[in-house]
């Protein structure tokens, strides 16, 4: 059972980070453009898991980004690390 309760963790963790990328019209352009993903995908898939790693993955290519999202979400860089892993697992 807490397998899964850390799931949701690492889920709601990364939804907060797509949050914060798609919050800014700079960082959301740059996503999208990256990842070649349209928004009507991004709002069909924001729910699994291996998207929301993807999302988290996009933060860690570019450290910047991972810092300022783990700072505006008030958690280390390295809880974000670790829910891409679980996510990646789930």
């Known amino acids: 059972m807490r397998q899964r309760e850390t799931n949701q963790d690492a889920a ?9 990328v798609i919050g800014d019209e700079t960082r ?7 990842t070649g993903i349209d928004p009507a995908d991004l709002r069909a898939r924001a729910g ?3 998207f929301l790693a993807q999302v ?6 570019h ?3 991972l810092l300022a999202c783990a700072d505006a979400l008030a958690v280390p860089p390295a809880a974000l690390v670790q829910a891409r892993a679980e996510l990646e697992t789930a």
């Open 12 to 20: 709601t963790l990364a939804l907060q980070a797509l949050g914060w």
């Open 48 to 50: 699994e898991p291996s």
């Open 28 to 34: 959301a352009s740059r996503f999208l453009a990256l």
């Open 56 to 61: 988290v993955a996009h933060l860690e290519s």
């Open 63 to 65: 450290e910047p980004d």
